[in-house]
């Protein structure tokens, strides 16, 4: 991975994060990408050897806080934790998440509960929780993780989809409350990237296939395709942006 550029439009060395998910995936790359631009991360997730391998693997400010987030009721514990590491976060990214994949007729209430509290409640309380130190720096960075689920509907997705729904609405609920003390709050919006998420996916060559060729570009995600959209909504030069869901899905939104 490059270093970031020294443009100050997206300089944030020396800021510090907080990257939820930041074990595999999206999440771990989001996190890679922070800290070649000089930021202080701290990894979470509940895979504490994943982590720490991760961290090691970085000459740069990298800590970590093992917590399963989707037991909410150690949220408030994970959240000091993560303050003792490097102090507040000026910039969380919510990339942590869940998709069952069951069928409409199969939701059982503990998986619909365990999808709606990861993907969507947990991101909102980490923010709430951060936000206050944010608004006495001046400066907050909130990056959410959305979804094509967030526009259309995919088979055995129901749950997911609504949770990532939600993301989208909260995302714009967030910047109407916190915007205005200099805090944005921006959601990406991921096509199919080959992750741990969705592994049954392209473990289905065919359906990888059709997905590539839906999109414009006619190829499907490579992680390297996150890093420039990160970096734009954790920087000055999205300073003017807020509130917005963006698809980094190689127009598979626009067919």
């Not at 942590?96 to 059982?108: C, H, K, L, P």
Request: glycine residues 10%; negative net charge.
């Amino acid at each position: 991975m490059q270093n970031a550029t020294h443009n100050p439009l997206f300089d944030i060395s020396g800021k510090t994060a907080c990257v939820t998910g930041a074990s595999a995936g999206l999440g771990r790359r989001s996190a890679d990408v922070l800290l070649a631009a000089g930021v202080r991360v701290v990894g979470v997730a509940r895979r504490g050897d994943a982590l720490a391998e991760w961290a090691e693997a970085h000459p740069g400010p990298a800590g970590f806080v093992e917590a399963d987030l989707s037991d909410r009721s150690g949220l408030d514990q994970t959240v000091e934790a993560v303050k003792a590491v490097f102090g507040s976060p000026d910039i969380l990214i919510n990339a942590a998440g869940i998709n069952t994949r069951q069928a409409a007729d199969d939701v059982t209430a503990e998986n619909w509960d365990l999808t709606l509290d990861l993907n969507l409640s947990v991101p909102f309380f980490l923010a709430q929780a951060f936000v206050p130190a944010m608004k006495q720096n001046g400066f907050g960075r909130i990056v959410n993780f959305a979804s094509l689920q967030s526009f259309r509907a995919f088979p055995g997705g129901i749950a997911y989809g609504a949770s990532k729904g939600g993301v989208s609405q909260m995302t714009r609920a967030m910047a109407e409350a916190w915007s205005s003390f200099g805090i944005t709050a921006n959601a990406l919006a991921p096509g199919f990237f080959r992750t741990e998420l969705t592994a049954p996916v392209f473990d289905d060559p065919d359906r990888a296939a059709r997905n590539a060729a839906q999109t414009c570009i006619g190829r499907n995600g490579e992680p390297e395709d996150i890093d420039g959209p990160v970096l734009f909504f954790c920087s000055p030069a999205s300073s003017y942006v807020t509130g917005q869901v963006l698809s980094v899905d190689g127009g598979y939104t626009a067919k």
